[in-house]
């Protein structure tokens, strides 16, 4: 039971009338204000929420390195066989392709004289191609120590995000796309580069625009992701070395069934035939 305070009982010479259209203005103001609250539910987090990106994070590794210790990929170095030279850390910087060049060289300006430092001249010659000219034998294990120094990690992490994790995240917010969407996003970033070439990002989501609407231009998300990820899928098997589109199938879509658009745990999925889960 509610006890009203003295302090504020209707004073006695308020007439009925006064007191009834009082308090039907103190109702009708919480029903307008409980009206605009459930019209207006708080944004879920997107992907740059901390615990959202340690999920991006993790997710990628499970592709990229069959293993959701994402951090222990700052010494990760190989040639795969994708003509894109050496591919190496956290989100698989090539040599061929700038991105290895980039993280070298931001390196070298926050620590001069670090032992990748040498190697920026062969980065800038085999920039574009497949070649190891000036690289081999020593920078594999050059950089192997190299991502035992955290500087060298947070340029890794500066480096991601500038050029991949951020301009997914903005993209998706313009595009209207919750967690999920952001994430596929960035996941096709990260291994198709946003150049003008035909399997670009870029040219990805315009073939998606092609055939639906994301929620920014009234489309529904869902229909939507399922067109990116069908585009996504089409420039995958326009390479041999990404033919492979279980990171599509068997993770990304398995979120879409789901209805997990807020990319909420816990999440179970299968890439390349391996099974992973985060609680």
């Not at 039907?24 to 204000?33: E, I, K, P, T, W």
């Not at 409980?34 to 499970?62: C, F, H, N, R, Y």
């Not at 639906?212 to 326009?238: C, H, I, S």
Request: net charge negative; with cysteine.
């Amino acid at each position: 039971m509610v006890h009203e305070h003295p302090e504020t009982a209707a004073p006695a010479h308020l007439s009925r009338r006064t007191v009834v259209a009082v308090l039907g203005a103190v109702a009708s103001g919480a029903l307008l204000g409980t009206q605009q609250a459930l019209a207006a539910p708080a944004a879920a987090p997107g992907l740059d929420d901390p615990a959202k990106k340690e999920i991006a994070m993790e997710l990628v590794s499970s592709a990229e390195n069959s293993s959701l210790d994402w951090k222990a990929q700052y010494k990760y170095i190989e040639d795969i066989g994708d003509g894109r030279g050496y591919t190496a850390g956290i989100i698989g910087f090539c040599s061929g392709t700038g991105d290895m060049l980039d993280v070298v060289q931001l390196y070298t300006d926050r620590k001069p004289g670090n032992v990748l430092a040498p190697y920026l001249p062969a980065l800038r010659r085999v920039n574009g191609t497949d070649s190891h000219a000036g690289l081999d034998p020593d920078f594999p294990r050059d950089w192997r120590k190299a991502a035992q120094d955290t500087v060298f990690q947070q340029c890794q992490n500066d480096e991601r995000d500038r050029v991949y994790f951020n301009p997914a995240v903005a993209q998706g917010r313009t595009d209207g796309l919750r967690a999920l969407g952001q994430f596929c996003y960035y996941d096709a970033l990260v291994m198709h580069g946003d150049g003008d070439d035909p399997t670009s990002f870029r040219s990805i989501r315009k073939r998606a625009l092609r055939s639906a609407k994301p929620p920014a231009q009234g489309g529904n998300e869902t229909t939507y992701l399922n067109a990116f990820l069908d585009a996504r899928v089409w420039a995958m098997k326009q390479e041999e070395a990404h033919s492979d589109t279980s990171r599509v199938d068997t993770e990304q879509r398995v979120f879409l069934r789901k209805g997990n658009l807020d990319l909420n745990t816990p999440l179970d999925w299968k890439v390349y035939g391996d099974s992973y889960h985060i609680g």
